[in-house]
């Protein structure tokens, strides 16, 4: 039923794959990427809040990060924004986040979305989320929403729908599940047609997650009860000591791998993840050969195939680069092969360990 669905926005990642626009200090779901005038919070917070109501939204994000919650979304009410004290993965976000809804409506049902996708149909996202929680409404069911592959990307994750017969139209059962496959196991996957990518937007009633949690991870028997109590506090700003102790899990890897009562919803809304700068160029408009210019000036020559993004002050004029990322922020200027990934993680590491940027 409608009334007990609820969002559970994360916003708590550091987005190191679109370093050094992306820091730790302000990470890409607070950043305008494109020049729209909006960043990528509060365009997710928009999105649901077309069809759910307000009083359903939580935010959960890093402490270092509520500064920038609260400028961004300062229509959000305090007690619907979660504190993480420290990263123990999006696990331990999740389990706190949905113990917390639970408080407020025992028979909540949830999606769980990132901070910082890009959806291109909004109209059909909303017809398949909703869709996708009167589903997981119905039983002790858990939903990831997956996508029809266009090229072979390493960079996403993978689900592989089941033989079995669909318990729904487009509600498959989940046979495996991989993460950022080689090159050529990746063109098999798009050949095959029976793999998905992963979205990484959780959908489940409250009572199915916690259950999941508490089979499948030893460690959260004991400290679920303990969250329990916790989540009854009047204080919204109370922080949970019980991270410290969580193992650090994501989702997919800490119940949805394990879980034997996981589907994949085919999705069709157009989705892309901004995880990285090689793939960031996919859904937006480059020019006619094939640069992208992220709210950002330049004059280019003899150019194919780059992303650029500097700061609004600043021109560019480039001659004879190909398929390079050329991004500046602040005092860092990155030029690097977009497509080598890498080396970027590379560069980003000497640059902190050996020059102390962040």
């Not at 079995?164 to 993460?179: L, R």
């Not at 996981?262 to 020019?287: K, M, P, R, S």
């Amino acid at each position: 039923m409608q009334e007990h669905n609820y969002c559970l926005i994360l916003a708590g990642g550091i987005g190191s794959r679109l370093w050094p626009m992306s820091r730790k200090s302000r990470p890409k779901q607070f950043l305008d990427l494109f020049g729209t005038g909006r960043t990528l919070l509060q365009d997710t917070y928009e999105r649901f809040a077309r069809f759910m109501p307000a009083d359903h939204i939580y935010i959960s994000t890093n402490v270092d990060y509520l500064p920038y919650v609260y400028e961004q979304l300062p229509q959000v009410d305090d007690t619907h924004i979660l504190e993480e004290p420290l990263r123990r993965g999006t696990l331990a976000s999740v389990a706190w986040g949905t113990v917390f809804i639970k408080t407020v409506d025992p028979d909540a049902n949830l999606v769980v979305s990132p901070a910082d996708q890009l959806i291109l149909n909004e109209s059909r996202f909303q017809e398949d989320i909703t869709r996708s929680l009167d589903f997981v409404d119905k039983g002790n069911r858990l939903v990831v929403m997956g996508i029809h592959p266009t090229r072979p990307e390493t960079g996403y994750g993978y689900i592989q729908m089941s033989e079995q017969q669909p318990e729904e139209e487009h509600f498959n059962h989940v046979k495996t599940f991989t993460e950022k496959p080689e090159r050529q196991f990746a063109e098999i996957f798009l050949q095959d047609g029976s793999f998905l990518w992963n979205t990484g937007i959780f959908l489940f009633s409250a009572d199915a997650m916690l259950d999941n949690i508490y089979r499948l991870i030893p460690e959260y028997r004991i400290e679920l009860p303990k969250m329990m109590a916790d989540a009854k506090i009047d204080d919204p700003k109370f922080l949970p000591e019980f991270f410290s102790v969580l193992p650090k899990l994501n989702v997919d890897m800490g119940i949805m791998e394990k879980s034997d009562n996981v589907f994949v919803y085919e999705a069709h809304f157009g989705w892309a993840d901004l995880g990285t700068w090689n793939t960031i160029d996919v859904y937006q408009t480059c020019d006619a050969n094939g640069n992208l210019l992220l709210d950002s000036k330049a004059s280019l020559h003899n150019c194919k195939g780059n992303v650029i993004r500097l700061p609004k002050n600043q021109t560019a004029i480039i001659n004879g680069l190909q398929d390079f990322a050329v991004i500046q922020e602040g005092d860092v200027l990155m030029i690097c092969p977009k497509d080598d990934l890498a080396a970027m993680r590379r560069m980003m590491t000497e640059a902190q360990t050996q020059l102390g940027i962040e």
